[in-house]
């Protein structure tokens, strides 16, 4: 029997297309003074439709949601702005008198760990309140400690929704620096063979149609022989048959996404209100001027994936500028913001295994004696809060 694609629809129903409606209306504030109409499907592009209703039953606007993933399409919703010029009968303003009076935000998150699940976290941070998100997400059941996805369609979709949180949470304009590579899931008997799975690829459609441009891809290159530990191409070394070659792979991704605006880069420096900052915060002789980055790798005992501080310390320096928030969703250790401490940053670390929890709590607390932070505070929720 042919399966019906509806069968793969998050969202079936009336209601719940209205439930996730009524969370997206709710931050735009204006869920006291609008009601839905009658959502309908439309079936030849997966999308919910949900009319927006002034309380008078005028309609105008409408959310549209992804019926697979149930992510709502920003792209194709009414805005807030057009929302609140239709309920209040206000022509909108011309893009010149629109763009004249909007300046760069400058964030006032304080430095904080918090421990759980990021996605469910990352909803309870304000919007744009964060200058820059860098991360290296948790590989798809590479290894026996990561095997918590039942389908790699899974592990991408919450993925997603990770990313499209940080969207919301991320300045406008600003970037989101990704570091990810391939994974190889190993074989399970003689008969099968393993499988390497071009993860950054599947990221980068899923940045595009969560709203950010694509920038730039840097290769990280480590030292070769860093890669034979995998086992990839000993198989083709021995024995040289044709077919069989397959390269041992020292080199990672580091992909850089900015988020959607019609703003140029030179608005964020010319119009930022810290024009100081700005200044302190230029990039000094010997940066790297290719998009190959040559980093020796590092070991934790630990975390056994963790990315070196030069690696984070690289990315902060060149998308960052000093005093900025600096959000990284898996934060494992705390690499992202040690690198944020030393180049006076702040910084976000979101991460829900306690064990790194607990060792970021013991070593922030020694750097701030370093840096000259005057307290530390450790809640009963786990999060802790530098000032």
Not at 24 to 46: A, H, N, S
Not at 217 to 237: C, L, M, N, S, Y
Request: with cysteine; glycine share 4%.
């Amino acid at each position: 029997m042919r399966k019906n694609k509806k069968d793969n629809y998050r969202i079936s129903t009336v209601k719940y297309a209205k439930s996730v409606a009524l969370v997206y209306i709710k931050e735009y504030e204006l869920d006291k003074v609008t009601k839905f109409g009658l959502p309908e499907i439309d079936d030849r592009f997966d999308i919910w439709r949900v009319p927006v209703l002034s309380m008078d039953g005028a309609k105008i606007g409408e959310i549209v949601i992804d019926a697979i993933s149930s992510f709502v399409d920003i792209n194709k919703t009414t805005t807030k702005e057009i929302l609140e010029n239709r309920l209040l009968g206000r022509k909108p303003l011309s893009s010149s008198k629109k763009n004249c009076k909007r300046t760069p935000k400058i964030s006032m998150l304080s430095n904080t760990i918090r421990m759980g699940d990021s996605e469910e976290l990352l909803m309870d941070m304000p919007n744009e309140c964060v200058d820059l998100v860098f991360t290296s997400p948790p590989y798809y059941n590479a290894k026996p400690e990561y095997a918590e996805y039942l389908s790699y369609e899974e592990y991408l979709l919450k993925m997603r929704k990770i990313i499209h949180q940080c969207a919301r949470v991320l300045n406008e304009g600003r970037f989101f620096v990704l570091n990810v590579s391939p994974v190889l899931i190993r074989r399970t008997s003689r008969n099968e063979a393993s499988k390497r799975i071009a993860v950054p690829f599947d990221f980068h459609r899923i940045f595009i149609e969560e709203g950010f441009e694509f920038i730039d891809d840097i290769h990280w290159v480590k030292p070769e022989g860093a890669g034979w530990a995998t086992g990839r191409g000993r198989r083709f070394a021995a024995d040289r048959n044709p077919l069989q070659y397959k390269p041992v792979p020292i080199t990672e991704y580091i992909l850089v996404y900015r988020k959607k605006t019609d703003k140029l880069i030179d608005w964020l420096i010319r119009e930022h209100p810290d024009q100081q900052a700005l200044q302190e915060s230029k990039i000094e002789d010997g940066y790297d001027v290719t998009n190959i980055w040559k980093i020796t790798p590092v070991h934790n005992k630990h975390h056994p994936a963790v990315f070196p501080v030069e690696l984070a310390e690289k990315v902060i320096k060149y998308y960052s500028i000093k005093n900025d928030v600096v959000l990284d969703p898996f934060a494992g250790t705390g690499t992202t913001g040690k690198a944020a401490i030393k180049l006076n940053r702040r910084f976000a670390l979101l991460e829900q295994d306690e064990k790194y929890v607990n060792l970021m709590k013991t070593d922030f607390v020694h750097l701030t004696n370093l840096i000259n932070i005057d307290w530390v505070n450790i809640d009963l929720n786990n999060n802790v809060t530098l000032f």
